[in-house]
């Protein structure tokens, strides 16, 4: 047995509240739902993005204007004081690692396997 949602009410106070506004707001909803409940509900959902766009807007000027556009004479020293490429070295500088380590290979005890396949 589940309990209903409706609220009792003797006549007069059922005829005070039909007569009040949201006793009124209640009879036109059930009537014409999306009239009274959805187009509101949307309409604000619409009108909240209008509005926060303008907060938007800045969070992405402020992004904007830390991205410039280069002038040749930047592009031109960024291309001059560019330093040579090479792979070792940068495995070795992302590893943390000095330039004079070189992989040695673990001495095996007598016997044991090289683990060759």
């Not at 036109?28 to 604000?44: A, H, I, T």
């Not at 926060?52 to 002038?71: N, P």
């Amino acid at each position: 047995m589940s309990f209903s949602g409706k609220k009792f009410r003797s006549r007069r106070e059922q005829l005070a509240y039909e007569a009040s506004l949201a006793g009124r707001y209640q009879k036109r909803l059930n009537k014409n739902p999306f009239l009274y409940f959805g187009l509101p509900f949307c309409s604000m959902i619409i009108l909240g993005s209008y509005w926060l766009s303008g907060f938007t807007a800045v969070r992405y000027q402020q992004k904007d204007r830390k991205i410039q556009e280069l002038s040749e004479e930047d592009l031109i020293k960024m291309k001059t004081n560019k330093r040579d490429f090479d792979i070792k070295e940068e495995y070795y500088r992302l590893q943390g690692l000095g330039e004079d380590w070189e992989p040695k290979r673990v001495p095996r005890f007598e016997g044991e396997s090289e683990n060759v396949w």
